[in-house]
């Protein structure tokens, strides 16, 4: 369970060895992992402690445009 206080950091370990980052700037939230079912888990917890949007896959943070090929497996990251 993801622990409800005023840092802005959070860690989860899974059983299986994926990797699972949350990202965290304001109130822009960044969930990224290779464990879909890990990370429905994980908003989820967030849903049951804050009020909680779901956007959908991110195109854009701090900046950052964000542009993924889920059929090429990469992820490009530009400031342009």
Do not use: W
């Not at 206080?5 to 969930?31: E, M, Q, T």
């Not at 464990?35 to 991110?58: F, P």
């Amino acid at each position: 369970m993801i622990q409800k206080s005023h840092v802005s950091i959070s860690r989860r370990v899974p059983k299986d060895p994926y990797a699972i980052c949350l990202a965290v700037y304001v109130d822009d939230l960044l969930i990224n992992g290779d464990d879909l079912a890990e990370i429905d888990i994980i908003k989820k917890d967030l849903r049951n402690q804050v009020d909680m949007d779901d956007s959908g896959d991110a195109s854009f943070i701090l900046g950052m445009t964000i542009h993924r090929d889920r059929k090429a497996k990469t992820l490009e990251l530009s400031q342009a």
